[in-house]
């Protein structure tokens, strides 16, 4: 059997179309600023080649001792604040549709919670509306996977040996939680994401063994809303599944808090655990199972 464990940032392959250097970039061609700043940089370094990085950060803004900045915004360890952002806008003269769009795509990349990270992607999702983007096309759904349950169970249902392309089949298998616009959307943008394909049949298959996403403090903002629906589901198993359907359980115990991240790392050598064991070598595949396992702080940590 096929199965799905978390360990790719979802950024990681969205990655932006860089326009030719004899051609100004377009900002709604680009899903992640920084590449758009180089690109620009680039651009206007084809009509002025003397022109420098020191020269773009100061004249969006940075000041006099900002020589190696431009470098520390691209690596990620500085980011853009309100003004150096209208800087950088007035700098490559976006006109006001433009600079909104990329002020939002820049607090959408430098967000640092879920909500946060929502809140400017459908903002960047409404400005989006009527314009073309490869690039954003695969950001939304990179983003719907991760905000959608079922996404996630589709992609699993397809290696059901009883798997049937059909919307009441699937429909049914989710116990009707999931309308026939959501399946269709969702198998559009799983095939898009490279999650699903077709063999020379027309058939649905999986398209890879395995889709890992690594919980780090880097990744946390795209999954939360996955996480955070699973749970929902594991609570509404509580009172819709019999007993002998499910499985719920915990420990709670008083220990030293260094002892936290040596749990975290035998949980994950668990997890792989029941990945090898059960999700690879069976041959009789007939359901799709959630395995939930939390471990958090109930005390404030000192």
Wanted: glycine share 2%; hydrophobic share 35%.
């Amino acid at each position: 059997m096929e199965h799905t464990e978390f360990n790719t940032p979802i950024e990681d392959t969205a990655a932006p179309t860089a326009a030719p250097k004899n051609e100004k970039p377009s900002i709604y061609e680009y899903v992640d600023y920084r590449a758009f700043l180089s690109d620009s940089l680039a651009h206007i370094q084809t009509r002025n080649p003397k022109y420098s990085a020191t020269a773009y950060v100061r004249q969006a803004g940075f000041g006099e001792n900002s020589r190696g900045y431009f470098n520390l915004i691209m690596s990620g360890k500085r980011n853009l604040s309100s003004s150096t952002i209208l800087g950088f806008a007035k700098t490559l003269k976006l006109n006001e549709k433009e600079t909104f769009h990329f002020e939002n795509l820049v607090h959408y990349n430098q967000a640092t919670t879920e909500k946060e990270k929502s809140l400017y992607f459908e903002r960047i999702n409404k400005n989006m509306k009527g314009k073309t983007s490869e690039a954003f096309e695969l950001l939304r759904s990179q983003y719907n996977y991760f905000t959608n349950w079922y996404m996630v169970a589709i992609r699993e249902l397809v290696s059901l040996d009883s798997f049937r392309e059909d919307f009441d089949y699937i429909s049914k298998k989710l116990k009707n939680k999931v309308s026939k616009k959501e399946i269709v959307e969702a198998i559009n943008d799983l095939i898009k994401l490279g999650l699903l394909e077709r063999n020379e049949k027309g058939t649905l298959v999986l398209a890879d063994q395995l889709i890992n996403f690594t919980d780090s403090s880097m990744n946390y903002t795209v999954v939360n809303a996955l996480h955070s629906q699973f749970l929902d589901k594991a609570k509404d198993s509580l009172s819709e599944d019999a007993y002998e359907n499910r499985s719920a359980s915990c420990v709670v115990l008083a220990t030293d808090k260094a002892n936290f991240d040596l749990i975290r790392e035998e949980i994950k050598a668990f997890r792989e655990h029941i990945l090898n064991k059960y999700a690879t070598t069976t041959d009789k595949v007939d359901c799709v199972l959630n395995l939930g396992i939390q471990l958090n702080h109930i005390t404030n940590i000192e």
